[in-house]
């Protein structure tokens, strides 16, 4: 083991410092996208736009985040040069991201307040945004093939940027709980104003960390030095397209989004329409969740990995899931405070499948590292779409009125659309999500040339 890894120092653990700086990286994308996903439904709803209305403006935005990664993924793996990618992105996100929740601004130039114009405004944005959001995502995910061909180091870098994803939300959560107490929503300017600070206070704590990532992250060498000793330097589409792996990989990764993501997006109207906690609920609830995450995830980084330990460590977060789902959608009102304990296991889970799921992607990329960036992209196409066709046929249904509903006694209408947002569905991805890891071959198929078990960090 000693040996191997004096001839080849790519396969060297790598440093904590190193470790460090690369979380850090997504910051940005991971705080709005927090804000993007729990709060944007919500938000639009909360302003006036029909349920139906606030689903097409987060469909355009999945969808030109789907297309975005796709091209994306293609240009980094002709032309290199993650952090320029990283930072362009990331300016396009800052940018645009305050105008997602700042008010529709051609309303405002144009001086019309037609719902179809705010629609077209907020959509417009919100492509706008994700487009950014894609760029800074590929370049940051495909660079840990390109850092470490170490798989446990790549499992360290996962684990890390998933710890500070938590940060992330915790910071937004923060934010969103102090917003929410100091600015009362009694109007639709007030509401817009509460929004519009979110997004603020999020990009300034997210650019702070992009800062410290640029400044303390090296341009990965490992493509260079790969092109230097005759390998591949940019692998063709139809290689992936020839392999299993890749389609289970795929498959669980686009199952993974969609549990946390669908979950994610109902979880406000869940605990503030369902259940009827407290305002603050909607930042305590999602809070709760991601400190169960991040410590998770800080231990995760302590294990020797290899693909057996992978495939149950999944499983194990997907079984967890599936409690959660069930319990979630037998939740009766009079006992919401439960609501608090179930969010810890499923932070739990959360941390367990989506740190896997990205560290498979290592393992499916191997040393072929000239097709990392097609690979998170195409996986991040497939995420985008999926999540953004699920939300819109779940929005669909909901009611325009559920408060009114609610008053009435007709609840079923609209809690059932909730309940399956927040239980029913997570619990079915994370079924097929176990069924399709239990066949993964990830020691053969994909493993680098030999597994690497020494202690994660130097």
């Known amino acids: 083991m000693a040996g191997g890894s004096e001839e080849d120092p790519h396969t060297k ?4 410092w ?43 935005g999945q969808v030109a985040d789907g297309f975005a990664t796709i091209f994306t993924g293609e240009l980094i793996d002709r032309f290199g040069h993650f952090k320029i990618w990283h930072a362009a992105g990331s300016i396009l996100v800052a940018i645009s ?11 405002s130039i144009l001086h019309n307040d037609s719902l179809s114009l705010e629609t077209f405004s907020y959509s417009m944005f919100a492509a706008i945004f994700n487009i950014g959001w894609a760029a800074t995502q590929v370049s940051h995910m495909a660079m840990v093939n390109c850092i470490s061909l170490n798989s446990t180091s790549r499992v360290a870098l996962t684990s890390c940027r998933n710890a500070f994803t938590m940060v992330a939300n915790l910071s937004l959560y923060a934010i969103a709980l102090v917003v929410f107490g100091v600015i009362k929503a009694g109007s639709k300017e007030n509401t817009e104003t509460q929004y519009r600070w979110i997004a603020y206070s999020s990009i300034t704590v997210g650019c702070c960390f992009v800062v410290i990532f640029l400044m303390g992250t090296k341009e990965p060498s490992l493509r260079m030095d790969l092109k230097e000793t005759s390998r591949r330097v940019r692998i063709p589409w139809v290689y992936w397209f020839k392999k299993l792996l890749y389609y289970q990989v795929a498959m669980v990764y686009l199952l993974t989004r969609l549990v946390l993501n669908v979950s994610q997006a109902y979880l406000a109207f869940f605990v503030i329409d369902d259940l009827q906690m407290d305002q603050s609920a909607k930042a305590l609830v999602p809070a709760i969740i991601y400190i169960g995450s991040f410590v998770v995830s800080v231990l995760l980084q302590e294990i020797p990995w290899n693909g057996r ?6 499983s194990a ?3 967890i899931w599936m409690f959660c789902g069930a319990a979630i959608l037998l939740l009766p009102r009079d006992i919401s405070s439960f609501m608090y304990a179930i969010s810890v296991f499923i932070g739990i889970a959360n941390a367990l499948m989506m740190v896997t799921a990205i560290s498979m992607q290592s393992v499916l990329v191997g040393s072929e590292v000239g097709g990392c960036a097609f690979v998170c992209g195409s996986l991040s196409f497939l ?7 699920a939300l819109y046929v779940l929005q669909s249904h909901q009611s325009t009125s559920p408060r009114i509903q609610l008053n009435n006694g007709q609840q079923s209408a609209y809690l059932s659309v909730t309940r ?26 994909g493993s680098l040339s030999k597994p690497l078990l020494e202690p994660l960090l130097e």
């Open 18 to 60: 190193a470790v460090f700086f690369y979380g850090v990286g997504h910051m940005l994308n991971d705080i709005t996208a927090s804000c993007w996903f729990t709060y944007l439904l919500l938000f639009l709803t909360q302003i006036g736009l029909s349920p139906r209305d606030a689903a097409i403006v987060m469909l355009s």
């Open 317 to 319: 977060g997907g079984i």
């Open 383 to 389: 995420d985008k779409m999926s999540c953004g066709l």
């Open 97 to 107: 991201f305050s105008s997602v929740f700042g008010g529709c601004l051609p309303c």
């Open 309 to 314: 330990r992978l495939k149950a460590y999944y």
């Open 420 to 445: 399956y947002g927040l239980g029913l569905v997570p619990a079915l991805c994370s079924l097929v999500g176990v069924v399709v890891t239990f066949f993964m071959e990830l020691e053969a198929a």
């Open 13 to 16: 653990p790598i440093g904590r």
